[in-house]
Each structure stands twice: as C-alpha cells, then as structure tokens.
C-alpha cells in the first residue's frame, strides 16, 4: 500500500473511531522497525554470529548477555520500547527470533565500506551496511514467501509493514576508526568521507525502492570523546578540548555529520514519499560528555567495566576478559558496584543509563532536523 494512502486511511479510522483525536493525527504507529547499523544498536547479530558477548554485559537489564554491547539496553532499545514494539530480534540469530514487528540488520563492527581485511586481521565485521542491506532485500522477499506457508505465520511481519515502517541507522563510526587504523591522517580520513557517504546514501535509495519510507538516521559520535581512542592515542599528543575530547579525532566525525546531512537534504528531493530525519546524536552524546558532573555522573572516560590504565581501560583486557590465576579462570575485567552513575560500560560502548539519557533528548525531536519526535518521523516536512 502506498505510504500517503495508509496515513490518510490511518486519519480517517482515527476520526471516525475519535472525532476529538485529531491532534493526534500526526502520530505515525509504526508497526515495525528495521535497524542497520553497528555495535551502537546491535541487539545481538555480532554474537549469533561470532560468539555471544561475555558476562558481566547485560548484567542491569537482561540479567545476563543479550548480543549487546552495554550493561543493558541500547538506544534502539528504547526507541522500540517508546513505540510500544519488542525489542528486535538480530536478522542472523536463528535461535528464539521473533520478527513479526521487525529486524536488526546491525553487527557490532560493521562500517559503511566493505574492508578488505578480514575480521580478524582487520577488527571490523564483514557484515557491512551493503550486506545487511542485501539481508534486508531478502528479507523483504522470503519473510512473504514463509509467512504464507502458515507455520511461521506470527514469527513474520505482515506484507504491509515494509512501507509503513521505521527504518533507523547508526553507522559511520568504525569507518572513521578503520581509515585510522591503516595510520592515515585525519585529512585522509576525511577524504574518504565522500565515499562512505555515498555508500550510505545508495543502501538508502534500495530500501526507498523496496517500499521503505520513513528513515531515522543517526549521525555519528564524537569520536575523540571516547576511551578507546584517547587510550590508543596516549603516546601520541593530540590537541585535547576543554573537556578532554581529542579535536582531531571530533573533526573527522564532525566532517562525516556534516557531508551526512548534506545528503539527507539531496534524499528528500530525491526520494519525494520518504520522511527523512537526520538525528545529531553527535551533539547529545557531547553533551552528556561534556557536562557529567553536572547531570550526575561520574568521570565521562574512566570505563565502568575494564581493567588497569588511567582510565580503567586497557584494550589487552576488555570487559568481561578472563585470565587463569593459579589453574582456575578469573574474570580479570570486572564492572563497577553502580554501572547506572557512569557514562562508559567498556571503553567503547555506553552505559543503559548513558544511552538512556542520550534517547531522552532525541526522542521528541530536539536533535532532529526536521525537528519531528520519534513518533512522529513518517510526517515528511514541508
Ligand atoms: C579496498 O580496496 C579497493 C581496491 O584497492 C579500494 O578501492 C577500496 O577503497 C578499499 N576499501 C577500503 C575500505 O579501504
Ligand atoms: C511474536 O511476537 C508477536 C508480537 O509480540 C506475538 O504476537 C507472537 O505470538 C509471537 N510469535 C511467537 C511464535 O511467539
Ligand atoms: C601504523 O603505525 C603503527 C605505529 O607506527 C605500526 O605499528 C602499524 O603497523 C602501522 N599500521 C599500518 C597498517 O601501517
Ligand atoms: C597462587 O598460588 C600460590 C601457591 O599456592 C600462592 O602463593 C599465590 O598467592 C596464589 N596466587 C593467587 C593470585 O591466588
Ligand atoms: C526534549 O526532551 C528533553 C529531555 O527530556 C528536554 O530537556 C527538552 O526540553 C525537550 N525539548 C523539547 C523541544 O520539547
Ligand atoms: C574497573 O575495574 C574493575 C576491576 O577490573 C573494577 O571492578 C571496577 O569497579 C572499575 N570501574 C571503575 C568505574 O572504576
């Protein structure tokens, strides 16, 4: 069914059901989400694939690991739970998915660009947004196909939701650190910039051509605010901020936010029934970095679940990492008494409580161009 079409049915139900709820017009009741991204919102891609994440992740929320790279839950996480849909089951877990109000095409490490190493030369995931687009295409296809059947009925999402749903990305991260990885310098990462964007922009128009509609796109993080990179940079001596932020590294993430929204105007004159929203996540995230104490957290680096360093991280034993002490296994990378105070889960990742915090501003649309709530992301602007 055509996106204006269900909207325009969706107002008349509403107004024949509740002539007063009129308001409420705008609100889109996405009936599912599809997600592509990385370790920001993968809810457990990565470890179906390649090994489940160890205790102690998951410990405040799932009571044990949940293929999420936090003590709890991630954005996406919230942003399903905010819509009143499941938390969404990972595309390549075939163990207890239930897709019928959804997917998550996210693996943690995954870029925008395919690498051409390996993942254990290289460290970042051979799913990249390219596969986990041709994922979805297949998706779209045989989900129908094995629905019809009958046995698999309530495990699929019915035919309609493709178009009615919320696609939601958050990737671009790792495609910065990967260019840095190969020792090249910030101005030759950002001359990748273009390349990545373009990327994206192409996985994009495919899922605007198979029925998708309403995009809700992240940028990407301040980098340079992030332990993992402070730490890898320690020896070196980058320019710092006020706050501690590497500026060199905040550059690059800031040059791809800036070429992203350049090409999140050219999608909305190029695809005229998608709604758009670009969502600077980059500037939550700094802000809640860059004023910790103020709302009540601790140090922004120092790392809830690690080991050693000056920031309780050391990438020879991340979080959940075991050694054996005289023939029996210990965990060497422990979490913190009270992960809910800190900002960083594991060097890398955020906290439940820091990507609690960080949904709460976007939620209702204040980061958003156009400014429209989560909710409300179907409406295209005027
Ligand atoms: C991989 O190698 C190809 C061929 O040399 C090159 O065009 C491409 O940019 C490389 N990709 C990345 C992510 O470095
Ligand atoms: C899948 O989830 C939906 C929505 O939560 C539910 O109605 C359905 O019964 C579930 N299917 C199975 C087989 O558990
Ligand atoms: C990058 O530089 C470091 C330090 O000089 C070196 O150890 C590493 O092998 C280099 N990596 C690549 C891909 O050239
Ligand atoms: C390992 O065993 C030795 C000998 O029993 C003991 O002296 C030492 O304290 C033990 N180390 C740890 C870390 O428990
Ligand atoms: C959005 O939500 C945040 C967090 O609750 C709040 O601080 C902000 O004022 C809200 N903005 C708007 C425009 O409602
Ligand atoms: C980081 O180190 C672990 C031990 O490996 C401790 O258990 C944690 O409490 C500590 N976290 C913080 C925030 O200091």
């Known amino acids: 069914m055509d996106f204006k079409v269900s909207t325009l049915h969706f107002l008349l139900i509403a107004q024949i059901l509740n002539p007063s709820s009129v308001l409420a017009s705008n609100t889109c009741k996405f009936p599912a989400i599809f997600n592509f991204g990385d370790s920001n919102s993968d809810t457990g891609g990565f470890s179906a694939a390649f090994g489940q994440v160890p205790p102690p992740y998951g410990e405040t929320f799932f009571h044990a690991p949940a293929g999420r790279n936090s003590d709890g839950r991630l954005i996406i996480d919230f942003i399903a739970q905010s819509l009143r849909l ?42 990249s947004l390219d596969v986990q687009q041709a994922e979805y295409s297949d998706f779209v296809t045989r989900s129908q196909v094995v629905r019809e059947k009958g046995s698999f009925h309530s495990l699929l999402p019915e035919k309609g939701y493709f178009s009615r749903a919320l696609y939601t990305f958050d990737i671009g991260q790792n495609d910065i650190t990967a260019g840095y990885d190969l020792n090249l310098t910030t101005e030759e990462v950002k001359a990748q910039v273009p390349d990545m964007i373009g990327q994206f922009s192409s996985v994009i128009k495919k899922i605007y051509r198979l ?172």
Not at 93 to 105: M, T
Not at 269 to 287: C, F, G, H
């Open 86 to 127: 499941p938390y969404l089951s990972a595309f390549l877990d075939s163990v207890g998915s239930n897709f019928s109000h959804g997917a998550n095409f996210a693996t943690a490490a995954a870029t925008i660009r395919p690498q051409n190493l390996s993942l254990f030369s290289g460290g970042y995931s051979p799913i």
């Open 211 to 382: 029925g998708g509609r309403s995009f809700w796109i992240h940028n990407t993080a301040p980098l340079g605010c992030l332990t993992y990179v402070i730490d890898a940079q320690a020896a070196t001596t980058p320019e710092v901020d006020r706050y501690g932020c590497l500026i060199p590294y905040n550059e690059a993430s800031q040059y791809f936010n800036v070429k992203l929204h350049e090409t999140v105007l050219q999608l909305r004159e190029e695809l005229p029934l998608a709604a758009v929203t670009y969502v600077d996540i980059y500037s939550a995230k700094y802000a809640l970095i860059s004023q910790a104490k103020k709302l009540g957290f601790e140090d922004p680096f120092r790392v809830c679940c690690g080991y050693g360093g000056r920031y309780n991280y050391s990438r020879f034993a991340r979080c959940g990492d075991r050694t054996v002490v005289n023939g029996t296994e210990v965990v060497l990378a422990k979490s913190c008494k009270d992960p809910s105070v800190w900002i960083n889960w594991d060097g890398v990742h955020f906290t439940e409580a820091a990507n609690k915090w960080i949904f709460d501003q976007i939620a209702n649309g204040s980061f958003s161009d156009p400014p429209v709530s989560l909710e409300s992301a179907c409406n295209r602007s005027s």
